[in-house]
């Protein structure tokens, strides 16, 4: 297990409802030293990407990002998620349906903040369904801008997000993928880290885009 | 001018209405070197404090509160703002009447994380009413903890909240304080540092609580 896996073994919760609380080091109270070593592995998992921009999500992917960006001396720019869209200046703005929530949600970005010239790296806490990240995704693509990768702290990978970025032949690197969790007995299987993370039995489950 | 001063003429914008736009280094980008400039900043004025936690609000206030945490070698409790509550698990839940947006919102932190044993610093981008700082202290208070100071990037100096927070005996220190704007000409009035910040005529000029 590498330390994020350790850690979310040591004090992470698991509910019914394959609901994986990590909220005492990762998402409400947060254990700065840990998202250090996370950024510091994601800048070795992306050494060789030309990155000059992060780009997250609030509010939970902001610590992330933030202390990440010091290992890629880099800014950071967070979208902002809205139900109501009040615009002020130009923005690209991102239509995400969320099956979870059957509700739209919008993921917003002020239009000067990303152009062609930027190289962006995206970074969360949980990819599960992935919705709001094709929503990242769709916004960079729309700036102009270039996703050199996508770094997501867990990954939950019973659901279908991390599959289908991974289709769409994004680099992305999850430091923890759950394969599965049993709330009776709190037991969280981890995928091994640096096997093919394709040709799994999910794949061939029929699971389709949850987000539309 | 200190360095967010400057900052802050050389790259806010000032709008009508009194409405100040840092979005380019603050709060939507982020310029993670002067985030840690701020940090260190706010480690120099409450050097002396036994501070063992920070404290903020999403979304903006996360990720200066992230990097001054590394300057306090603390962990960061984000409050949640929602303007319905779905409680799961026990929290200390604040409630902050908004005079600008004529509703209720609450302001939301999870039991376990705040409690007698700690020494807060609440950190945040802005500071106008207090209304969201008002709710953060009731929530210290709530918990048994102790507030040992309040760090703000910008202070609208010409609003009550900043008044209202140091009349109640608490350390706020702001790194920017705007005493006036003119959206015309973009002049921007910074309160000199370091002098006493009573005593104004604003003092006098009958503003109240603008919260409740």
């Known amino acids: ?3 994020l896996e350790e ?5 992470g919760v698991v509910k019914e409802g394959n609901v994986l609380k990590v909220d005492s080091f990762l998402n409400h109270q947060m254990d700065i030293k840990l998202l250090d070593q996370m950024g510091a592995e ?3 998992r992306f050494a060789d990407k030309p990155i000059n921009k992060i780009l997250t999500i609030e509010a939970s992917g902001i610590g992330i990002a933030c202390i990440a960006a010091q290992h890629f001396d880099v800014p950071v720019v967070f979208a902002k998620k809205s139900q109501s869209i009040n615009l002020d200046g130009e923005m690209y703005v ?3 349906e969320s099956f979870t929530h059957k509700c739209i949600n919008h993921v917003i970005v002020a239009q000067k903040f990303l152009g062609p010239e930027d190289h962006v790296l995206i970074i969360d806490d949980f990819l599960a369904n992935g919705c709001a990240l ?13 996703v050199e990768g996508i770094g997501i702290a867990i990954e939950k990978g ?10 769409l032949g994004y680099q992305l690197e999850s430091l923890a993928i759950v394969d599965g ?7 969280i299987d981890f995928r091994p880290q640096g096997e093919d993370v394709g040709g799994s039995e999910a794949e061939n489950s029929g699971e389709k885009n949850e987000c539309k």
């Open 7 to 11: 850690r979310i073994v040591k004090d």
């Open 134 to 146: 094709q929503g990242l995704i769709q916004i960079v693509q729309s700036a102009g801008a270039t």
């Open 1 to 3: 297990m590498n330390f």
């Open 158 to 167: 019973f659901q279908s997000g991390g599959r289908i970025i991974r289709n």
């Open 42 to 44: 994601f800048k070795r």
């Open 181 to 187: 969790m049993d709330a009776e007995t709190g037991r």
């Open 94 to 96: 991102a239509e995400v």
